[in-house]
């Protein structure tokens, strides 16, 4: 069993940042990848990004590509989304999920956290 909670959500203006953290126990070293998704109200839950656990390999969406950056630390257990340059847009709740597929696909992300809000003003 693997227990995801994040933390680090919060309110701020437009162009500011912020960082979210994703403390990962349990059985941790089964994980393959693990990614950060939001879903605003009303909208569909969107990955906004993806790291392989093993090698560090990292996927964005093309609506934070440059803006922000996940990274993890093995010896912390834990995973980071730093998100600079904040739009209104970028409100949502972010979850922080874990993917024991070895291929990492979308659909293999079924481990997830309890969510935290990022509000965006203007």
């Known amino acids: 069993q693997v227990q995801l909670v994040e933390s680090g959500g919060g309110s701020v203006q437009a162009g500011g940042s912020l960082r979210l953290s994703c403390a990962a126990s349990?059985?941790?070293?089964?994980?393959?990848?693990m990614g950060w998704f939001r879903q605003a109200p009303g909208k569909e839950r969107e990955r906004v990004a993806q790291?392989?656990?093993?090698?560090?390999?990292?996927y964005y969406s093309d609506s934070v590509k440059g803006r922000f950056t996940i990274s993890q630390d093995n010896t912390k257990n834990t995973l980071y989304l730093q998100m600079n340059s904040l739009k209104p847009g970028d409100t949502a709740m972010y979850y922080c999920?874990?993917?024991?597929?070895?291929?990492?696909?979308?659909?293999?992300?079924?481990?997830w956290g309890q969510g935290t809000q990022v509000t965006v003003s203007s």
């Open positions: 790291i392989r656990t093993r090698g560090g390999s990292t």
């Open positions: 999920a874990g993917n024991r597929f070895s291929t990492c696909d979308l659909a293999g992300f079924n481990i």
């Open positions: 349990g059985y941790v070293s089964s994980l393959y990848c």
